[in-house]
């Protein structure tokens, strides 16, 4: 079986450490509905706690968001 889009985004994610603690939440993410979920938690918890995420780590949320639509599309088809 070939490795999902969205965890391979999320396994070679080529963030800094400091990156990496601001998106902790999604790089536990399990199935391509959670690592959506969890991608939206984020961004919704640093809009309301003020919390600044750099453009970095901002690309890093859509590329895995990006990469679990397509991964749950794909399953649609199948």
């Known amino acids: 079986m070939r490795m999902r889009r969205f965890k391979f985004t ?3 994610n ?3 450490d400091y990156d ?3 998106v902790k939440y999604v790089l536990g993410s399990s199935s391509p509905k959670d690592a959506i ?3 939206d938690k984020t961004l919704k918890d640093a809009k309301l706690t003020g919390k600044r995420l750099s ?3 901002r690309q890093f949320l859509e590329a895995v968001a990006i990469s679990a639509q397509t991964d749950l599309y794909e399953e649609e088809e199948c």
């Open 14 to 16: 080529g963030l800094r």
């Open 20 to 22: 990496i603690e601001n």
């Open 37 to 39: 979920r969890r991608v």
């Open 10 to 12: 999320i396994e070679k």
């Open 55 to 57: 453009y970095y780590a």
